[in-house]
């Protein structure tokens, strides 16, 4: 499924780019810190991928606007769950839990220095607005001997609106290196929590241990731009 996901922003991304001239691509590791009620529920440290495009509207190559398109996994189980009905019942099988979110959203980039004099370094201001919609997927584990189905629940999606800083490093022509730390202000939401491990076992239904809380973090992304 995260190869399909990963394809399918790869699509999105450069058909958004064909838009305008001036164009960048950029992937990136996108790590994300949780803060406020949000840090209590999900994992400490969130990891993901994330696929932007910049193009610059106007004469003026320090502006630029785009989006942004990703998705990050904050909890992976693997357990037995026991079949209490159907053709495999009385039977236990290896199943694994995903808790996800894609986020998405658009993003506009002031550089403090001209990108045409082509510094090494470049630092810019960066704001952004968008959407973080969580789900959870059931799947099969890799050692499971009975054909057990597959299945995607959906949650609650927040609302964020953030500001942060970046600094690009020039590479060559077609190439930079880009960093940039954000912070999210996001409305609530609902998604599942991580219980205690001891509970782990009782996350049988992809409802179970819901939580609605606000969605706050900080974005913390590290990748590659290509430019057109």
Known sequence: MMRSILLSLFVVCLSFGNLASQTNIGFYYNHTLPFGEFADNAADQIGGFMVTTLFRPTKNKRFAVGGELGVSMYANDDFEYFISEGDQQGRYV?????????????????????????????????????????????????????????????????????????????????????????????SRAAYRHIPDPEDVNYRLELTDHMYKSRTDHLSIRLGMLMGF
């Not at 199943?95 to 470049?122: M, P």
């Not at 789900?135 to 500001?163: I, K, N, P, R, W």
């Open 94 to 186: 290896q199943v694994n839990q995903d808790d996800c979110f894609f986020q998405y959203g658009a993003t506009a980039r002031y550089h403090l220095t001209d990108l045409a004099e082509q510094k090494v370094i470049n630092p810019y201001f960066e704001s952004r607005m968008g959407g973080i919609s969580f789900f959870s997927t059931l799947a099969e584990g890799e050692e499971c001997e009975v054909d057990y189905h597959s299945e995607t629940e959906m949650h609650g999606t927040s609302f964020y609106a953030g500001a942060g800083v970046g600094i690009l490093f020039h590479i060559n022509n077609y190439w930079e290196i880009d960093l940039n730390m954000i912070y999210n202000n996001s």
